[in-house]
């Protein structure tokens, strides 16, 4: 399977609460990075974690990475209507490689 | 501050014609990577670029499809002989090129092969 596999695929939550979404890798990485699609749009970013760096957070946004494990996880608080997207983590690697490498994403349906 | 900007937003083309899609980075940025994107899927790389150099293309098909970052004006990812599988969305991204490449992307264009 490719490089930074979300789960779930898909998740249904209520307004106010929280969001958990997960990610997992496969190979050593330079930085983590999640991105927030809404539907027919183009992404946008929303936080970065290093790979010495073990938990970040940006608003109500929270970002955690184990490298051990070769996963990250996302966790969104007090979710709102206009949270719903697709949200997807992308890899950087070390080395010359310098793309990102995508997964396939979580849908987060947020209910009013 | 405009950030990354890509034209056109949406493009119809018939199958044998050929897509042009253009790409200009952020400001300061000389480094620009282009992804495609296909129904419920995430981004797969395709080709990466500096100014008049292609340093990573191992994501383009090699074949029909070319990309270009001219030392004057923007990018451009040319698809020739269009065929019903290059309908999807591409993006392109640019950044600085610093240590943690923080990407900042465009809104696509959106490719439909009738």
């Known amino acids: 399977s490719q490089q930074g596999e979300e789960d779930p695929q898909a998740l249904s939550i209520q307004e106010g609460e929280n969001a958990t979404m997960n990610c997992s890798y496969k190979?050593?990485?330079?930085?983590l990075q999640w991105y927030r699609q809404n539907s027919g749009r183009g992404l946008v970013h929303l936080i970065l974690?290093?790979?010495?760096?073990r938990e970040k957070h940006s608003g109500r946004l929270r970002v955690t990475l184990d490298t051990s494990k070769k996963s990250s996880s996302l966790l969104i608080t007090a979710s709102r209507a206009a949270d719903t997207a697709s949200y997807f983590c992308a890899t950087l690697h070390g080395g010359s490689a310098r793309q990102l490498t995508f997964g396939s994403g979580t849908q987060l349906t947020v209910l009013p | 501050n405009a950030g990354v900007m890509q034209n056109p937003r949406h493009l119809v083309r018939r199958r044998g014609q050929e897509a042009r899609l253009r790409c200009s980075p952020m400001k300061g940025h000389s480094h620009v990577y282009w992804y495609r994107q296909l129904p419920e899927e995430g981004l797969k790389f395709m080709v990466y670029?500096?100014?008049?150099?292609?340093?990573?293309e191992s994501g383009m098909p090699k074949e029909r499809f070319s990309a270009e970052f001219p030392k004057e004006g923007p990018s451009i990812l040319r698809i020739q002989q269009v065929v019903r599988g290059d309908s999807a969305a591409y993006f392109c991204a640019s950044s600085q090129g610093t240590e943690n490449n923080e990407q900042f992307f465009g809104p696509g264009t959106r490719l439909t092969v009738l």
């Open positions: 190979t050593s990485i330079n930085n």
């Open positions: 670029l500096q100014k008049e150099n292609i340093i990573d």
């Open positions: 974690i290093r790979s010495n760096e």
